[in-house]
């Protein structure tokens, strides 16, 4: 894998029968591999503020985490089969939420990696929904992301 990447981010949150709300991110960003964890840096621009936020995502065996710095704040651990709590840091206030992560899968080719995450978020201890994320990150020199469905 290069160092230069482009990494596409879908996720999904379901809440009965219902699709409700669908988030898209495509931003190129930087790679790295480090002690057998593979690292993807990239900035996060939010709607409405000038401010971007330094977006991290390290995965490394069945465990991701993604730590964000800037506008938004916050450190969240996808680990199977396990719940992790942290305070999810906004604009507009501190909220704690639940991460019940039932699957993370990981895919890595030559030029292609592949993260497939299915969680529970909870907000305040209470279930809010059951969501999807799928990062494809490719080199920039490819041009192309994952375009398939969920």
Wanted: hydrophobic letters at 30%; proline letters at 1%; charged letters at 30%.
């Amino acid at each position: 894998m290069t160092e230069e990447v482009l990494v596409s981010i879908k996720g999904l949150q379901f809440e009965g029968d219902i699709d409700s709300d669908k988030i898209e991110t495509i931003t190129k960003g930087s790679y790295y591999k480090k002690n057998g964890g593979h690292y993807i840096l990239y900035d996060e621009a939010t709607e409405g503020f000038q401010q971007t936020t330094k977006s991290m995502i390290h995965i490394k065996g069945r465990e991701l985490n993604i730590t964000k710095k800037g506008l938004i704040n916050v450190h969240m651990i996808f680990e199977e089969n396990k719940k992790n709590m942290t305070n999810y840091s906004t604009p507009f206030g501190d909220i704690l939420i639940g991460i019940d992560a039932k699957k993370v899968d990981f895919t890595e080719t030559e030029d292609r990696m592949i993260v497939d995450v299915e969680y529970a978020l909870e907000v305040n201890y209470e279930h809010f929904a059951d969501c999807n994320i799928k990062m494809d990150i490719r080199p920039k020199e490819q041009g192309r992301l994952l375009r398939d469905g969920y």
